[in-house]
Nanobody, 124 residues
Framework: QVQLVESGGGLVQAGGSLRLSCVAS????????MAWFRQAPGKEREFVAR????????YYADSVKGRFTISRDNAKNTVYLQMNSLKPGDTAVYYC?????????????????WGQGTQVTVSS
């Protein structure tokens, strides 16, 4: 069992930055690929970014490529999402998720554990 707790959300103006953190407890953090998803009001949850177990490989949704950076610190059991040049369209609840599988995926149903989410609101 893995418990995930996100933090770092808040209200920011368009063009601003936020850094989200997700701390994992329980089983070995480095055994999991990690990802961030988001869900805006009235919309389905969507993939944002993914990082592999070692942190050497990352993958981004086209909508955030070049603006967001995912990283991890296995010594601290933490995954981060640095969000720059934020837009009102980035407003959503952001969730971190852990994947125990061996095949990289952006499909949310393939992820084994989820955090409770943190709200990000970008004002225009």
């Amino acid at each position: 069992q893995v418990q995930l707790v996100e933090s770092g959300g808040g209200l920011v103006q368009a063009g601003g930055s936020l850094r989200l953190s997700c701390v994992a407890s329980g089983r070995t953090f480095s055994s999991y690929a990690m990802a961030w998803f988001r869900q805006a009001p009235g919309k389905e949850r969507e993939f944002v970014a993914r990082i592999n177990r070692s942190g050497r490989s990352t993958y981004y949704a086209d909508s955030v490529k070049g603006r967001f950076t995912i990283s991890r610190d296995n010594a601290k059991n933490t995954v981060y999402l640095q969000m720059n040049s934020l837009k009102p369209g980035d407003t959503a609840v952001y969730y971190c998720a852990a994947d125990a599988g061996t095949i990289a995926t952006t499909t949310l149903t393939r992820y084994d554990y989820w955090g409770q989410g943190t709200q990000v609101t970008v004002s225009s």
